[in-house]
């Protein structure tokens, strides 16, 4: 808990922490959404040919 306490002892120190803290939530919801996304194409395009690949993955 002392990289916290460094954090909230200076005001550019608490900017560091809430900068910390959106960049884990921007990734967060990034990964979650791009797996959404995953699962929604090879659900749609399962079984489907393309005409360079044998099946489309």
């Known amino acids: ?3 916290f306490a460094e954090f909230f002892k200076s005001p550019v ?3 560091s922490l809430i900068t910390l803290l959106s960049i884990c939530v921007i990734a967060a919801f990034l990964f979650f959404w791009v797996k959404k996304q995953a699962d929604k194409f ?6 489907k ?3 360079n690949h044998s099946f489309i993955t």
């Open 49 to 51: 040919r393309d005409a």
């Open 1 to 3: 808990m002392e990289v």
């Open 42 to 47: 090879t659900k749609h395009n399962s079984g």
């Open 13 to 15: 120190g608490i900017l």
